[in-house]
């Protein structure tokens, strides 16, 4: 794989040699940018400190003139209210991933909306049915967009969330920075064919995280989000009870993950519970080993307080499992099965595709920029409603079983928009519940076995969350007929 030029804290001290100035604040220890449902984002292009010290600072797009966007916080039921304010120098939108909204705010553009030109609004209000972790994100040109910094996390409680001494966003992001600090350029037809664009600084709530206080005792809620275009983080903490009660915001059984590897790839979330059990002055650090020839640690939280309390924290019992959002349950009776091939990509056999429904072969594709096919077919945006037909059609209400297969020899993220699907198994290993996702990563050569109740009407989006894979024809569309 590429680009395994990334981050140790080694390489990060590079960036911010000399600079015994440079403090890296508790950014992960404050709630990032608590923001009680603004009434509007603006998008524009803006300066960020990613690196920090003497570095110049990164021309990024960012919401709001932050990195990340702020954290928009509701409670389930509530209604979402947003006007976009797009000062972007291009078209956007916004997709509210993860959340099951209405089609016409799905923010795709020309499949549910108009792209909102530059200078110009367009107001998201939508009610949210479920509870969790969430984030939006532009749907335009989104390897840039996303890549440049527009993303913001979305928090909607419960009443029986779990009581804890802090709820923190952890988003998660990478970045591909220049030896002078500056954002390499984007779009290249390596990172499209390949892995896409790993980058090589990794960013907790927009700066390079060090050490983060934190007290003994204390239970911690993290609302893990990847929303790096292609890093597939695998998180490992040495202390602290962990558990993982929550996967792309829907509950789990609470999981204890001890030494555990807990993967993130772009686009999902993780929601931990963490006891402090750490005695004070004692280290809990958290280190990332997804890339083997490449781990390096992400932060250390440094214990504070009292020895007691952290020998009290050592005997909390889990987090309760919280109620499930209101999913429909498959019903496995009346199910449609069908299979959907991942195809293309670097080190494959690939011979050529469809493009808008019209065989193409392998130089075709490659002269339109499409590298992957689902299904055969490749995508190709445009500045018009897609050409292709549907993946799928199903009736509203129909329950459907998949299983996707991936033949390439990356991995894929594969993100479903208006529906959460339920994850029965993954190459061939039955999961212990089936876990509702909207991003799954399926593996080389691998496959996922899920099923949904298609029960949210219009045409959808289907596709890689790794967004150069996505603009390279690894998308579609499929139909929920009312
Ligand atoms: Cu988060 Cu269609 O994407
Ligand atoms: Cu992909």
Redesign the pocket.
């Known amino acids: 794989m590429q680009m395994m030029r990334i981050a140790t804290p080694l390489a990060r001290r590079k960036f911010l040699a000399a600079s015994a100035a440079v403090l890296l604040p508790a950014v992960c220890a404050a709630p990032a940018h608590a923001v009680t449902a603004p009434a509007s984002l603006t998008a524009a292009s803006g300066k960020w400190p990613l690196v920090g010290g003497q570095a110049p600072p990164a021309a990024v797009w960012a919401y709001d003139e932050t990195i990340p966007g702020p954290v928009l916080r509701y409670r389930q039921g509530d209604m979402l209210t947003v006007r976009l304010q797009n000062n972007l120098p291009q078209s956007s939108t916004i997709?509210w991933?993860g959340l099951r909204v209405p089609h016409a705010m799905d923010g795709v553009p020309w499949l549910t909306q108009p792209p909102v030109k530059q200078g110009d609004m367009f107001d998201y209000r939508f009610p949210l049915a479920d509870a969790g972790t969430y984030w939006y994100?532009p749907?335009v040109n989104s390897a840039e967009q996303i890549g440049r910094g527009l993303a913001g996390a979305i928090v909607i409680t419960h009443p029986d969330d779990p009581a804890v001494d802090a709820d923190l966003v952890w988003q998660l992001d990478d970045w591909r920075l220049l030896e002078s600090g500056a954002l390499a350029p984007f779009h290249n037809r390596h990172d499209a064919s390949h892995g896409g664009r790993i980058g090589n600084t990794v960013t907790l709530n927009g700066r390079i995280p060090d050490r983060i206080p934190v007290t003994a005792g204390h239970r911690m809620r993290l609302r893990l989000i990847n929303t790096a275009n292609a890093r597939i983080f695998g998180l490992r903490f040495n202390a602290g009870n962990v558990w993982l009660f929550a996967v792309d915001g829907h509950p789990v059984q609470p999981l204890a993950l001890k030494d555990g590897q807990l993967a993130i790839p772009p686009?999902g979330r993780a929601d931990l519970v963490i006891d402090i059990t750490a005695a004070p002055g004692d280290e809990i650090t958290v280190t990332d080993d997804y890339y083997q020839r490449a781990a390096y640690r992400l932060c250390t939280l440094v214990s504070n307080g009292s020895p007691e309390d952290a020998i009290t924290a050592g005997r909390r019992p889990p987090p309760a499992r919280l109620p499930a959002n209101p999913v429909a349950a498959p019903d496995f009776t009346n199910a449609i099965d069908d299979e959907v091939r991942f195809g293309g990509g670097a080190m494959s056999r690939m011979t050529g595709g469809r493009i808008r429904g019209v065989p193409a072969d392998l130089q075709t594709m490659v002269e339109n920029g499409l590298f992957w096919t689902i299904n055969g077919q490749a995508m190709k945006a445009g500045d018009h409603a897609p050409l292709e037909p549907p993946l799928w059609t199903v009736k509203r209400g129909q329950t459907v079983r998949m299983r996707w297969h991936n033949d390439s020899a990356f991995p894929h993220p594969m993100?479903m928009?208006g529906h959460s699907f339920f994850v029965l198994a993954r190459n061939g290993h039955t999961a212990p519940e089936p876990v509702l996702h909207d991003t799954v990563l399926v593996s080389p050569r691998g496959h996922a076995d899920v099923a949904f109740v298609a029960d949210n009407p219009g045409l959808w989006?289907f596709?890689c969350?790794i967004p150069e894979h996505q603009h390279a024809g690894m998308m579609g569309i499929f139909l929920v007929d009312d």
């Open positions: 997709h991933h994100h749907h686009g993100h928009h989006m596709h969350h």
